[in-house]
């Protein structure tokens, strides 16, 4: 039995984190020329883009906990859920760099140097099953709640949107997700009187601008009740936010912002195609201005979640035709249609354009729809341009900024995600029994979902902290926010995953949830930014700049 680690245990073994990862990534910055040969070094990038995402993770999470002992509302069992975790994330880091020191030019003097043998001996005794299983027991008797101190203001918004989310949403995941229905409009009408969609537009069109942590906070509580149903329906309003607030003229401002704000319009984003994903800056959609100042959009469009329902599309379209200025050929659009219930739709305007939509049928993740569309010569009105004429060119560049607050949204969705799935796990264990006790009894029940806090409570507090920064400095924080996604995406996986094997056979039937939150986990490290490309293109490139 080993006894619980403490923080400052973790602050040692950070510490020896940094002492490895610091020249890794100045040899690898000067091995891909400061980024510019990542492609010529794919897979040394990703090991150290990963350890460096576990590094930032450990360190945040380690902050924020001493921060709570400090201020007294922290207890215990957080403190060593904490030192666990840091334990747990330094090892992975360790383990990971160790293939690479040849590569890098460090070799095996560098991890001699940062894990000497009282160091290995500490993360050892940190990261004891012993620990680990008294972290489990903990989250079994509370059955996994998340009690994550917070500042008076921010409790009071995640109470709020937890009762919505438990009275309003959860009694129809189930049905939403077995028979792919459509989201309820009462879903979005109670949401928009709650200001949901509102949270990062400013008050003067109409939002709240409460800050990226209430952003975090409402996303993750909606996810934890329903991913597709209810977690996700803020992304797209905010990405198109963004961009508005970003690069929109003072007019489209005063026009969209207020109704999106209101949840009278809900938005599609348009941006990947059937044989372009990744690659933004590839997109062949064109857009061609006619004769009268308005613009045609041709082309195809896929994976426009909630497409069909959606009041306007934001689509990313190819107005210049010189292909070789890739992504400053781009612009945005904002692109009214009707809107439409089922899996397919065909809207006719009445000079003859048309966009078809298809939903895509999909494991998980129903409830929004993720339509492919074509457009043939679809009208959009002059001032569908975001930017006006200053925007012709930009539209990549806006998106971008957009999609780093989908990120950042994607790491909440992903702790609501491994939420709920620590809970109905902690049920479920507590509950059953096997050979005449609870399965919570069991020592490896107790380990699996020791790990499964653990690895939450990393990637909450590296999503937190990638909140609070892009309050600070958007741009600055964009690659923060993709590292929280990059991490908080994985540990939904696993933790579902895990859930699902301590589910034994009910954990592959649909009557019990977790079979739900395993496929809804899996489109997680896809969207908004496939796994790879974040930490080659993102990532990496960030770091290595």
């Known amino acids: ?43 040394l990038t990703e090991r150290v883009t990963y350890a460096a995402t576990e590094e930032r993770a450990a360190r945040e999470l380690l902050d924020t906990t001493v921060a709570w002992r400090d201020e007294g509302r922290g207890d215990e069992m957080m403190e060593i859920t904490c030192a666990a975790a840091v334990a747990d994330l330094v090892g992975s880091l360790r383990d990971r760099l160790a293939p690479a020191v040849d590569d890098l030019g460090i070799g095996d003097e560098a991890l001699e140097t940062a894990f000497p043998a009282d160091t290995r001996g500490l993360l050892r005794r940190s990261a004891h099953e012993s620990v680990f299983r008294a972290i489990g027991q903990h989250a079994c008797a509370t059955r996994g709640s998340n009690t994550t101190p917070l500042d008076e203001m921010m409790e009071q918004v995640r109470d709020a949107v937890r009762e919505f989310a438990e009275n309003e949403v959860m009694p129809e995941a189930e049905r939403i997700h077995r028979t792919d229905a459509l989201v309820p409009e009462e879903f979005i009408s109670k949401m928009a009187e709650l200001g949901y969609f509102g949270l990062a537009i400013p008050e003067k069109f109409g939002g ?9 906070l409402t996303t993750e509580e909606l996810s934890r009740a329903s991913l597709a149903a209810a977690g996700s329906l803020i992304t797209r309003p905010e990405i198109l936010t963004k961009a508005l607030v970003q690069g929109g003229t003072d007019a489209q401002k005063s026009e969209w912002l207020p109704k999106i704000a209101a949840g009278e319009i809900m938005v599609g984003i348009a941006v990947t195609e059937p044989d372009i994903g990744s690659d933004v800056a590839g997109v062949k959609c064109r857009a061609t201005q006619r004769e009268d100042g308005n613009w045609s959009i041709n082309g195809p469009k896929a994976w426009c979640t909630f497409a ?52 895509d049928a999909t494991p998980g993740y129903r409830g929004m729809h993720s339509f492919t569309l074509n457009f043939e010569d679809y009208a959009v009105p002059a001032d569908g341009l975001v930017g006006g004429e200053a925007g012709l060119g930009r539209g990549f560049y806006l998106q971008m900024a957009g999609f780093a607050a989908g990120r950042l949204q994607t790491g909440g969705r992903a702790c609501g995600l491994a939420q709920a799935a620590l809970e109905k796990t902690a049920e479920y264990v507590v509950d059953r029994l096997q050979f005449g006790v609870p399965l919570s009894d069991f020592q490896l029940t107790q380990y699996t979902v020791g790990r499964m806090a653990a690895k939450l409570a990393a990637a909450r507090a590296i999503t937190y902290a990638a909140a609070g920064a892009m309050d600070e400095d958007e741009r600055a924080a964009a690659p923060l926010a993709a590292q929280a996604k990059l991490l908080a995406c994985d540990v939904a996986v696993e933790v579902t995953q895990q859930g699902q094997l301590m589910h034994g056979g009910w954990g592959y039937a649909e009557e019990y949830p977790i079979s739900r939150y395993v496929v809804d986990a899996q489109v997680l490290p896809i969207f908004e930014g496939v796994k790879p490309v974040l930490e080659l293109k993102v990532i990496g490139r960030a770091l290595t700049a």
């Open 208 to 216: 709240s601008e409460m800050g990226n942590l209430a952003m975090i």
């Open 308 to 359: 069909g329902r959606a009041d306007v599309l934001a689509v990313l379209a190819r107005t210049d035709p010189d292909v070789s200025k890739a992504a400053k050929g781009l612009s945005l659009f904002i692109v009214p249609k009707d809107r439409f219930d089922g899996h397919s739709f065909e809207m006719t305007q009445p000079g003859g354009g048309r966009v078809v939509g298809k939903a």
């Open 1 to 43: 039995m080993s006894s619980n680690p403490t923080l400052e245990d973790a602050r040692a073994l950070l510490t020896a984190a940094q002492r490895l990862l610091e020249p890794a990534l100045d040899r690898t910055r000067e091995i891909t020329e400061n980024g510019h040969a990542i492609d010529s070094h794919q897979v």
